[in-house]
């Protein structure tokens, strides 16, 4: 769905027939998103039911045709078919597939645009924008990725995994795109420790000096990139879900999404809490 944010108004609904998990643009592609799906599964059993596996947990599904733990990664061009344009749902003129993955838990661009990253499993998924069509270069994690954020300058990212860690990659380089198919790589990278559990989000402050993470022990956690050194805003009420960098007036804030539903806002300059709001409780 494409919409004008400060009207409020929803331009134009893009159907792919596929379910979306994430999604990122750049402003060097413009008229196009990228997005990471789930693939129909090939292999359903005729009786209508199939196993998969997510995170460990076998889980039966009934009448339907997608598999959660395979998925791919589509360029999406946001101009509809002629026979489309004038219809509610509208179909994509372009859609390119950039390579499969497994069910993914994070996609990005660089702030350059020049490369896309996705992480999935023990996975990181690694690829040009400018040669799409080469697909994906393959980098090994130890533990199985959740989250993932690009520094808003230099060329590398960090990722967030299922044992505490949090690894900067630095694989970005003249490597990508010149492997075998099925080679898996192992990457140069920094790796910082102390979640006891998953980091559930992880994000960079707007001058690259500190990355911010986040997860079930209700700290946010401060990592200054040259030093290694941290702070910490414990306590802050609930599991931390997601950890957003945004500037208020002149003041740059760190925006935390919360389980239980609150959004809460950290001032960067004094390290407090200044202000919070809670949304609609929604089941579990």
């Keep these: 769905m494409v919409w004008d944010f400060l009207d409020g108004v929803?331009?134009?609904?893009?159907?792919?027939?596929?379910?979306?998990?994430?999604?990122?643009?750049?402003?060097?592609?413009?008229?196009?998103?990228?997005?990471?799906?789930?693939r129909p599964a090939s292999n359903k059993p005729a009786n209508g039911i199939f196993?998969?596996?997510?995170?460990?947990?076998?889980?039966?599904?009934?009448?339907?045709?997608?598999?959660?733990?395979?998925?791919?990664?589509?360029?999406?061009?946001?101009t509809p078919t002629k026979t489309t344009a004038q219809t509610r749902l509208q179909?994509?003129?372009?859609?390119?597939?950039?390579?499969?993955?497994?069910?993914?838990t994070g996609l990005a661009l660089s702030r350059s645009g020049a490369w896309l990253v996705a992480v999935a499993g023990h996975k990181v998924y690694v690829a040009r924008t400018s040669s799409l069509k080469t697909g994906f270069t393959k980098y090994v994690s130890p533990e199985g990725l959740t989250c993932l954020a690009f520094h808003p300058f230099d060329e590398y990212f960090a990722t967030g995994d299922?044992?505490?860690?949090?690894?900067l990659w630095y694989c970005l380089?003249?490597?990508?795109?010149?492997?075998?198919?099925?080679?898996e790589k192992k990457a140069q990278t920094t790796t910082m420790h102390w979640h006891a559990h998953a980091v559930?989000?992880?994000?960079?402050?707007?001058?690259?000096?500190?990355?911010?993470?986040?997860?079930?022990?209700?700290?946010?956690?401060?990592?200054?990139?040259?030093?290694?050194?941290?702070e910490f805003i414990p306590r802050v009420g609930a599991p931390i879900q997601t950890i957003g960098v945004c500037?208020?007036?002149?003041?740059?804030?760190?925006?935390?999404?919360?389980?239980?539903?609150?959004?809460?806002?950290?001032?960067?300059?004094?390290?407090?809490?200044?202000?919070?709001?809670?949304?609609?409780?929604?089941?579990?």
């Design 10 to 38: 929803l331009l134009q609904t893009i159907d792919i027939s596929q379910p979306i998990h994430h999604i990122c643009a750049h402003e060097q592609f413009k008229d196009f998103v990228f997005v990471a799906v789930s």
């Design 51 to 78: 196993f998969f596996r997510m995170t460990s947990i076998y889980s039966v599904l009934t009448k339907t045709s997608y598999v959660e733990d395979t998925g791919v990664v589509l360029r999406i061009s946001l």
């Design 91 to 104: 179909k994509s003129s372009e859609v390119t597939a950039v390579g499969k993955t497994r069910s993914a």
């Design 162 to 167: 299922d044992k505490g860690n949090i690894r």
């Design 173 to 183: 380089n003249e490597q990508v795109g010149k492997h075998a198919v099925g080679v």
């Design 200 to 230: 559930s989000s992880i994000a960079f402050t707007f001058n690259g000096a500190y990355l911010l993470s986040g997860g079930e022990e209700a700290v946010l956690v401060i990592w200054q990139l040259h030093t290694g050194k941290k």
């Design 247 to 284: 500037k208020t007036g002149s003041e740059e804030e760190y925006l935390l999404g919360l389980a239980d539903a609150t959004y809460m806002f950290v001032s960067a300059s004094r390290l407090k809490i200044s202000r919070s709001f809670s949304r609609i409780k929604l089941g579990a």
